[in-house]
């Protein structure tokens, strides 16, 4: 008798304590465990992949590790071996967005935007940080969906979309009388018309690079008759017309080219790819450019990034070789051979309920756009790895219209202000930030925020808000496995 | 003189420099407004939640011809006048998120139906009103039945069927009927589709809980279909023009006109056209086009003409589709001749 009174005591007080484990789901949060959930990698050296690991072919390892290094190096105005940054730029090193939970990741914790002034990065006579950067906030890119007209409203008539750098270089000492100005930021959000991107990891990068077009669409295909109001469609490649595939939009084609773009309008940094320094949008549609002033700051001449004819000996063959290449064709190796992370399958919940988890994400439709695998990719002809594997990023490289909660009125390619690539779902579990803004930390907010007007996602949406309590922890278990 | 700068040539240059100088003032100093600077602190501000920079989209030729897409839920009631559809929404049921814009494969959302907030019943549940332009489907199926075939053939290993597709009757109209459950969700989907002017349209019924399903659908009997409706039918005629797929092939073909496009682009671009008597273009539906796409392709099919199509002697409106820009490569065999007379 007393033994059952007591039971029922604690069982009515555990409901009272804790009414959440009774009825409420939460995401369980990053996850703790070995980094992209590979023994051996830490935060600052990602696994690249089995067949590179194994340095095969003899070099790639070499070309990884050299790359890596690139990825972490830190840009300055001028002088030294790193230099070209500016006169306009978002971050000093591509490591410095791409770094949760390891090079080449997403968003950190601690925001570097938010340090640049206070670490000397840009000088705080000439720059303010905006107020969209917060120090435990996502790492953001900015831009302005309109611009702004000659009596300083917004134009709808004039749509912009390109990427506003928050940083200039005037006042640092390289800059010489290099004078700009940054964005109109602060009327640019009291206006609506700014929106945000954060950086989109790169772990197995490679593998969806390798995908063939015909991959997608047989994909696509088989999506044709599902019952949950999807019908998604593919970004193109302006020049060659394939599918493209890297960014938010799936605006870019290759990882050669995302890199060439990042480093020029993240950085300022002059390549083989984009050989001019980059005005903001709105100076290259009034036609001013950049002063000239504020050109060749580095005294290098143009680019700013190139081959090296000329490298140091080494006796490793390969460790000299991979000092040829320019920056960009590095960072591209370097990304390409990155290991997709490996998801755990117990942590968190328990393999029963990840297991459980993945099969309800499948039935309630998430993996028609969240394809959890798409296979094979193509022979590779830089390391098997790469080579006829399957790919499992929880995409299928389509962009979706999202409706007017998600949508942003930027225009990239074939994709229109409400579509987005399917963000793939690999390394979610080790992820702080989430959705193109990074407005939430929160993965359920991340769901809810599928349905709205317009949406293709509304129906899957309103079916995850009908499963139970234990059914929606089961699947955001299963989301913080990945 | 030679040589010698006379007073006044030197205060005309001055005068320059000194123009030169406010005008680098300018250009280094504090930014007018234009471009991304604005130093308007009264400047107009953007609605939010709203779609202003739209990619390919709809659009049609005349504001009054109904759109597949044009339907709407008022008074409680779905009205959809290009399928001739009016379905009587179940009492507390309500449309909460209008849908996607139609697909460049020729895919609509026509309505989402939910539980309103008046709703009192334990489950929810929900209801999706979609259509599949037989013209444009990416599936290789030629008629409503063949699409629910195709849905059951796709369906992952997660699914158990409940109920195979099965001729089925509502509202006295013949529709096709595939119920399928997910054991680990416990979600049921009950399909029914039947066919309207080249059409596969679907209602979807989601729930856990089959009462409420079966209840939802017996409050079907209560819509209102053209008689062409059916599951292997549904090909026009009554007020609405024939449809016939392809009927813009060659041999039907008298004058043509191909679109000039004025931008590179890579997306496929169905078109529906009613073709009238006397063989002209008299409606233009872009399912899915940029501005720049859908003027170029409504210039130059203000050119074509067709040869009228015959129904017993008589020449009749003819409804078809056309794909411009670069038509989608097709994973599967392309589709069995679809709906032809």
């Not at chain 1, 070209?84 to 939970?101: A, D, I, K, M, T």
């Not at chain 1, 064709?329 to 998801?343: G, N, S």
């Not at chain 2, 399909?191 to 080249?198: E, F, K, Y």
């Not at chain 2, 233009?284 to 086009?289: C, D, E, P, T, V």
């Amino acid at each position: 008798m007393k033994k059952i009174r007591l039971a029922v005591f604690l069982a009515l007080a555990a409901a009272a304590f804790f009414p959440s484990i009774a009825c409420s789901q939460t995401d369980p949060g990053v996850r703790s465990g070995p980094i992209n959930g590979q023994s051996g990698a830490t935060a600052t050296s990602p696994l690249p992949l089995a067949s590179v690991a194994a340095n095969s072919p003899t070099g790639s390892l070499e070309f990884f590790q050299n790359g890596l290094a690139r990825f972490q190096e830190v840009e300055v105005v001028s002088g030294g071996a790193n230099n070209g940054l500016g006169p306009r730029f978002n971050f000093n090193q591509c490591s410095g967005c791409h770094s949760q939970p390891s090079i080449g990741g997403s968003s950190p914790a601690a925001n570097p935007e938010f340090s640049v002034i206070a670490n000397g990065i840009a000088s705080g006579s000439t720059n303010t940080t905006p107020s969209f950067l917060t120090s435990t906030g996502p790492t953001r890119e900015a831009r302005f969906p309109f611009f702004f007209n000659s009596n300083g409203n917004p134009n709808t008539n004039a749509p912009n979309g390109g990427v506003e750098d928050i940083f200039v270089v005037s006042g640092l000492s390289g800059a010489g009388n290099c004078s700009l100005p940054q964005p109109s930021f602060a009327i640019a959000q009291s206006t609506n018309n700014i929106i945000f991107r954060i950086p989109t990891p790169v772990f197995g990068a490679g593998l969806i690079e390798n995908i063939d077009d015909s991959t997608l669409i047989a994909v696509q295909a088989a999506a044709a008759g599902n019952s949950l109001g999807i019908s998604g469609t593919f970004n193109h490649n302006g020049n060659d017309g394939t599918i493209s595939r890297f960014g938010w939009k799936a605006q870019n084609k290759s990882l050669l080219l995302f890199s060439g773009e990042a480093y020029n309008v993240e950085m300022g940094i002059t390549n083989e790819i984009f050989g001019q320094d980059r005005p903001l949008p709105g100076e290259d549609q009034q036609g001013s450019g950049l002063p000239a002033n504020c050109l060749n700051l580095s005294k290098t001449g143009y680019p700013e990034d190139a081959t090296n004819f000329t490298v140091a000996t080494n006796a490793d063959p390969a460790a000299q070789n991979a000092q040829v290449p320019s920056d960009i064709v590095l960072f591209a190796e370097f990304m390409r051979l990155l290991a997709p992370p490996t998801p755990s399958t117990t942590t968190p919940g328990g393999a029963a309920s990840i297991t459980r988890g993945q099969s309800l994400f499948s039935a309630i439709g998430c993996a028609t756009c969240h394809t959890a695998t798409l296979s094979s990719t193509q022979p590779s002809n830089i390391t098997s790895s790469l080579g006829s594997a399957p790919v499992g990023a929880f995409s299928d490289i389509e962009i979706h219209h999202m409706g007017t909660g998600l949508a942003d009125n930027v225009s990239q390619g074939g994709a229109g202000g409400d579509q987005f690539r399917t963000a793939p779902l690999w390394g979610l579990g080790q992820r702080i930030f989430f959705l193109h803004d990074g407005r939430t930390t929160n993965l359920l907010t991340a769901i809810a925020d599928h349905s709205s007007n317009g949406s293709e996602a509304t129906e899957v949406e309103e079916n995850f808000a009908s499963l139970s309590s234990s059914q929606k922890q089961d699947l955001l278990n299963f989301l913080r496995s990945l | 003189m030679q040589g010698k700068i006379t007073r006044s040539a030197l205060w005309r240059f001055l005068a320059v420099l000194a123009i030169h100088g406010t005008l680098l003032g300018a250009a280094q100093g504090a930014p007018q407004s234009g471009g991304d600077y604005s130093t308007n602190p009264d400047a107009k501000k953007l609605p939010t939640e709203t779609i202003l920079v739209k990619g390919a989209w709809s659009s049609a030729s005349d504001a009054v011809t109904p759109l597949p897409e044009g339907g709407r839920v008022s008074r409680n009631v779905y009205n959809n006048a290009y399928f001739g559809l009016a379905y009587p929404l179940s009492p507390d049921w309500t449309e909460k998120y209008s849908g996607p814009p139609p697909s460049d494969s020729g895919y609509y959302v026509l309505a989402q139906i939910r539980p309103a907030d008046t709703f009192t019943g334990e489950t929810r549940g929900s209801i999706l009103i979609a259509a599949q332009d037989l013209f444009f489907t990416l599936a290789p199926a030629g008629s409503a039945f063949e699409l629910i075939n195709y849905t059951r053939d796709h369906l992952n290993a997660d699914y158990k069927v409940e109920r195979p597709p099965t001729p089925v009757t509502v509202a006295g109209r013949s529709f096709v009927r595939l119920d399928y459950f997910s054991p680990v969700a416990e979600l049921h989907w009950h399909v029914l589709a039947t066919q309207i002017r080249c059409h596969m349209v679907q209602f979807v019924f989601t729930s856990r809980d089959t009462k409420l399903i079966e209840n939802l659908i017996q409050d079907m009997s209560a819509i209102s279909l053209p008689p062409e409706a059916g599951a292997i039918a549904g090909t026009g005629g009554g007020d609405a023009p024939l449809c016939i797929k392809d009927y813009a092939r060659d041999e039907n073909i008298i004058e043509r006109n191909d679109p000039v496009f004025t931008e590179r682009r890579f997306n496929s671009v169905p078109v529906r056209i009613i073709i009238d008597k006397e063989g002209k273009v008299k409606h233009i539906h872009f399912l899915s086009a940029f501005p720049d796409q859908a003027k170029a392709i409504t210039d130059a099919l203000a050119e074509w003409r067709f040869r009228p199509y015959l129904r017993n002697g008589q020449a009749v409106e003819v409804e078809t589709g056309i794909i411009f820009g670069h038509p989608p490569r097709l994973a599967a065999p392309p589709p069995s001749p679809a709906v032809s007379e």
